[in-house]
């Protein structure tokens, strides 16, 4: 079992940066590949950003593509998402997800097996 515990997110302006993290539990995190997803208000889960156990391999979203850096450090059981020069449309709840697929990087929801709680990003125009 894996617990996920988020921390960042807030209230940024147009324009502006903002750092999540996710710290894991357990002896086993560098060995999951991890994922950021977020849901708006009346609109569906989608998949923002992802990296692989080894951190070798990252995927995002075509939207966030040169803005969103995501990284890890299994040292500390720590993903991060950087997400810079944000936009009013980047505003919503944002969770991590850790799956145990090692075959490739998962950018379905339902391939990751524990879910942080979630953090509020809220970009202001």
């Known amino acids: 079992q894996v617990q996920l515990v988020q921390s960042g997110g807030g209230l940024v302006q147009a324009g502006g940066s903002l750092r999540l993290s996710c710290v894991a539990s357990g002896r086993t995190f560098s060995s999951y590949a991890m994922g950021w997803f977020r849901q708006a208000p009346g609109r569906e889960q989608e998949f923002v950003s992802a990296i692989s156990w080894s951190g070798d391999n990252t995927y995002w979203r075509d939207s966030v593509k040169g803005r969103f850096t995501v990284s890890r450090d299994n040292a500390k059981n720590t993903v991060y998402l950087q997400m810079n020069n944000l936009k009013p449309e980047d505003t919503a709840s944002y969770y991590c997800?850790?799956?145990?697929?090692?075959?490739?990087?998962?950018?379905?929801?339902?391939?990751?097996?524990?879910w942080g709680q979630g953090t509020q990003v809220t970009v202001s125009s």
């Open positions: 997800a850790a799956s145990k697929t090692t075959a490739y990087v998962p950018v379905l929801a339902y391939q990751y097996h524990f």
